[in-house]
């Protein structure tokens, strides 16, 4: 990149350094003399910058840019068909001792793995430019801004970097004003180039390695050039790394979206929702809601800190600064916010199908299905050719300003209250429409039993249930049962009244035939008016084992083609399906030993003698 790249920043060029934070100075330096590359570029986060950047992925053939007139200033790639997902099995939490990673994390000696990791990128980013991305998770001016810095060799990471935090010299300067601490995050595709040797289109390394070190807060990841193993800030930062922060601090770093609902008579509620990957996160955060006179908009996507407030109330903060969402499924029927925003242009799309006149397309997206394609591994695609024409975890990449239902709420650095929180799963059986936990605990116990079936957004099978308490069973950052613990000193820490009301959603039950129970998308809306309807006191609900289910008639059915019968159905709790799900939950409640919280084993025990 010629005129844009700097020589590496060693001891002696210190003079010459972009930064006069000791630390980053010292750190970039250590770096680029391990993994020795042929540059280091600081990124200053400029539109002028993005569109150098762009312009040389696309002439390595990483990129592609669409037709301005469908997408402006966007792109799509695909990466290598190895290096789709996140690796969870190749994912590590190094803490000092094992205990306190837990059974939910792959664990390894700190100093053992950094042996290894050393090996591994000694001379990673050979024939390759550094670029350091100073960032920042939330906004720049909160009162304590949580600073990163993700060393890369990557050009695809830089650019989404851009869209997904926000990154460059503002923060850079802030974070040395204030001589901050920052995360360091290291990153590398793990594919270096001899002299003379031509890239790949998708350089990344057969072997890959995420690893965190809470104990120092750091992130090393190799090997992988795909979204959450490689955009650092994400779920490495923002749920790793900040779930320990949290911990240590007495807050909640979650995997939930935050959506803002404002009912007819103008009383606005803030509602943050836990589902695993591709479980309806990004749908459900940006709602068009279908039931009448009630008000959606948007505040996060995916991750949600929250804080005790000054009133005791909790307050929630989205930490990011776009969409990585899942494309399939997301279409003009589905998500016209989505679709929106990401027509806006300014995106990234990542192993989606392209249209022959210059667009992109994914299943779900349109109704008609176009007649021809060019699919995410670059071949010919028909409607008959038999397999997906995107693969099932494409993601765009869109900045969260372009959505037009955005709350202005977004902006602020104290976040909002959080009225009721959400856990919800993929499950075919046994898990109602919606449940309202009995107390806190009971909600605690709802979310930590949370289960869900597995989707493409991790590589392994799709499809079996396993448990993912929170949501967050591959990104709790400690001991899961420890977890569960700090969830349950929020309680003490909170004003009684303002505690958010917990609820159990399942958008994905099956009927008898096999079509889904509820229609799901828009009128999810109804279910979130009964759950705000619960918190005023005003719906009617059933009292059963697993906690209060709404009642057929208490659900507003009002426009839509469906019986309180039909909510019934889809609300009903089945001793016989109970049973087996007590089992799994025994099952699963065993596995954490002595770190399960007391008062879990009480409500489990409680519940199997309600059903007994
Ligand atoms: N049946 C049904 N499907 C849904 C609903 N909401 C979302 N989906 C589908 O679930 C898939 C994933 O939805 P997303 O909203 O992208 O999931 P996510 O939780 O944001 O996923 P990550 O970004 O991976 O964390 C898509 O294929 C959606 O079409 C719903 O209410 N009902
Ligand atoms: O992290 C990723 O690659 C994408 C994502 O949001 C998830 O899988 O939950
Ligand atoms: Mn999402």
Partial sequence: MGDTTRQPVLEETLGDAPTTHAKLLAWVAEVSELTQPDSVYWVDGSEEEYARLTDHLVEAGTLQRLNPELF???????????????????????????????????????????????????????????????????????????????????????????????????????????????????????APLEPGEADVAWPCNEEKWIVHFP??????????????????????????????????????????????????????????????????????????????????????????????????????????YGLF?????????????????????????????????????????????????????????????????????SRFCTPISQIDMLAQEYYSPDGVEIHAILFGGRRKTTIPLVTQARSWTNGIFMGSTLSSETTAAASGAVGVVRRDPMAMLPFIGYNAGDYLKHWGTIEAKANPERLPKVFLVNWFRRTADGGFAWPGFGENSRVLKWAIERIEGTADAKETPIGYIPTGESIDLTGLDMTPEQVEEAVKVDPAEWKEELKGIEEWYARFGDALPAELAAELKQLQARFA
């Fill in 72 to 190: 402006p200033n966007s792109f799509v790639g695909s990466s290598d068909p190895k290096d789709v997902a996140r690796v969870e099995e190749r994912t590590f939490i190094c803490s000092e001792k094992e205990a306190d990673a837990g059974f939910t994390n792959n664990w390894m000696d700190p100093a053992e793995m950094k042996a290894i990791l050393r090996e591994r990128f000694a001379g990673s980013m050979r024939g390759r430019t550094m670029y350091v991305i100073p960032f920042v998770m939330g906004p720049l001016d909160a009162e304590q801004p949580q600073f990163g810095v993700e060393i890369t060799d990557s050009a695809y990471v830089v650019a989404s970097m851009r869209i997904m935090a926000r990154i460059g010299t503002d923060v850079l300067r802030k974070m040395e004003a204030e001589d901050a601490f920052f995360v360091p995050a290291l990153h590398s595709v793990g």
């Fill in 215 to 320: 104990e120092e807060r750091s992130i090393w990841s190799y090997g992988s050039g795909y979204g959450g193993n490689a955009l650092l800030g994400k779920k490495c930062y923002a749920l790793r790394i900040a779930s320990v922060i949290a911990r240590d601090e007495g807050w909640l770093a979650e995997h939930m979206l935050i959506l803002k609902l404002t009912s007819p008579e103008g009383k606005a509620y803030n509602v943050a929702a836990a589902f695993p990957s591709a479980c309806g996160k990004t749908n459900l955060a940006l709602l068009d809601p279908t039931v009448e006179g009630w008000k959606a908009e948007t505040l996060g996507d995916d991750i949600n800190w929250m804080r005790i407030g000054k009133e005791g109330e909790l307050r929630g903060v989205n930490p990011e």
């Fill in 325 to 393: 969402g899942v494309a399939p499924g997301t279409g003009w029927g589905t998500n016209p916010n989505a679709m929106r925003a990401i027509a806006k242009g300014n995106s990234i799309f990542t192993n989606v199908a392209l249209t022959d006149d210059g667009g992109v397309w994914w299943e779900g997206m349109t109704e008609e299905v176009p007649a021809h394609l060019t699919d995410w591994e670059g071949n010919d695609w028909t409607p008959d050719s038999g397999r997906p024409a995107a693969h099932p975890n």
